[in-house]
């Protein structure tokens, strides 16, 4: 079925539209439906390289080198971008963690690594389920509630499971520094907007410290959010004490990723 070129916004009502959706749609469908050419052709690509990797992990060891030294810190966080699958294995610590079938072949030990692995693996579940479960061609949410509520519900818990994991990551820095009377830094300066500055006052709530002075500075319009003030500070873009704000938060990230990166070298293969 050829579709007609619409001047203005395309409805259901203009002619040439497409008024079926779904596989009992009775006008011609163009492309290779997903199930079963597409879902064969994929599983046979990742049998093969599912096999390239096994093969590669059998006869070609690594050199791993000695094994991690234990003064190395802990506080090992992932790049900023996967911050909230960092906060998703945290929540796992808070979940309950019992043990079903105890002295039984069927023992099932649900603790932390058990949510873990699960809260982990729900987005790509998700992702995986949702061809099955929506496969109309229609792409505007109205006419795709599966979808839309799959994609709403993936940006909240991304969103939500960052603002964890930087609760936990201020909460982990202070306390050190409570426990061991160092001196709190003048300024803290959070990557974010008025949610991560709220994660953040969160964190110093939940331990009963006493804040230093905590600001964050949100990307795109470079607002910059002070805490107990509802409404941002706009500066100017050739504002100096702006460009000394973007200039540590830049400098943060470099330092951050590249001591994270070696972190994890030592870690992984014992530079």
Same mark, same amino acid.
């Given at each position: ?80 971008? %996967? #911050?909230?699958?960092? +906060? ?6 808070? =979940?309950?963690? @019992?043990?079903?079938? !105890?002295?039984? *072949? ?81 300024? %803290? #300066?959070?990557?974010? +907007? ?6 953040? =006052?969160?964190? @110093?709530?939940?331990? !009963?410290?006493? *804040? ?60």
């Amino acid at each position: 079925m050829e579709i007609e070129h619409v001047k203005e916004k395309i409805l259901e009502g203009r002619p040439g539209f497409p008024r079926e959706y779904g596989p009992q749609r009775r006008d011609h469908q163009p492309g290779i439906p997903l199930f079963p050419q597409e879902a064969t052709r994929d599983l046979v690509v990742i049998f093969l390289l599912t096999g390239i990797m096994f093969f590669l992990s059998a006869f070609v060891t690594p050199l791993l080198g000695p094994a991690r030294s234990p003064q190395l810190s802990e506080l090992i966080v992932p790049d900023w971008y %996967l #911050l909230f699958s960092w +906060g998703l294995l945290k929540v796992a610590d808070i =979940l309950p963690q @019992f043990v079903v079938g !105890a002295g039984t *072949p069927l023992k099932a030990d649900f603790n932390a690594v058990f949510w873990g692995d699960l809260l982990t693996g729900i987005p790509i579940i998700a992702l995986l389920l949702l061809p099955f479960l929506d496969r109309g061609r229609e792409a505007r949410p109205a006419k795709a509630p599966i979808r839309s509520a799959v994609g709403v519900a993936g940006i909240a818990s991304i969103f939500t499971s960052s603002l964890y994991a930087i609760r936990e990551v201020v909460a982990r820095r202070f306390k050190r520094l409570d426990d061991q009377g160092e001196v709190f830094p003048d300024i %803290l #300066l959070i990557d974010g +907007g008025k949610g991560q500055l709220g994660a953040a =006052l969160a964190a @110093f709530s939940a331990l !009963a410290i006493e *804040p230093p002075m905590v600001i964050s500075l949100a990307k795109r319009e470079e607002e910059v959010f002070v805490m107990h003030v509802d409404e941002p500070l706009r500066l100017s873009r050739h504002s100096y004490a702006l460009r000394l704000l973007q200039y540590v938060r830049d400098e943060a990230h470099r330092f951050a990723q590249h001591y994270h990166h070696i972190l994890r070298r030592r870690s992984t293969l014992g530079e």
